[in-house]
Nanobody, 126 residues
Framework: QVQLVESGGGLVQAGGSLRLSCAASGRTFSNYFMGWFRQAPGKEREFVAAISRSGDSTYYADSVKGRFTISRGNANNTVYLQMNSLKPEDTAVHYC???????????????????WGQGTQVTVSS
């Protein structure tokens, strides 16, 4: 089992940047495929980005491609989400998620992940 704790959320103006972090503890971090999801009020949870165990492969939702970058530091058990050119529609609670077993076609499905953090709020003002 792995425990996940997100940080780095906050209030930022449109066009600004934030860097989210997700610290993992409990098991060997490099065994886990990691993802970021978000949920806005009144909306369903949606996929944002994901990264393979080694960090060699990354995946993004079309809505964030070119603006967000996912990365991981297996030495410090942390996954990051660098968010640039933020828009008001990025406002949501952002969650990190982890799983050991991941097929290439399921990385954007929340049900494919076994462990979740508590979330961190990102608010983008216009």
């Amino acid at each position: 089992q792995v425990q996940l704790v997100e940080s780095g959320g906050g209030l930022v103006q449109a066009g600004g940047s934030l860097r989210l972090s997700c610290a993992a503890s409990g098991r060997t971090f490099s065994n886990y495929f990691m993802g970021w999801f978000r949920q806005a009020p009144g909306k369903e949870r949606e996929f944002v980005a994901a990264i393979s165990r080694s960090g060699d492969s990354t995946y993004y939702a079309d809505s964030v491609k070119g603006r967000f970058t996912i990365s991981r530091g297996n030495a410090n058990n942390t996954v990051y989400l660098q968010m640039n050119s933020l828009k008001p529609e990025d406002t949501a609670v952002h969650y990190c998620a982890a799983t050991v077993f991941m097929s290439r076609s399921n990385y954007n499905r929340g049900t494919a992940y076994d462990y979740w953090g508590q979330g961190t709020q990102v608010t983008v003002s216009s």
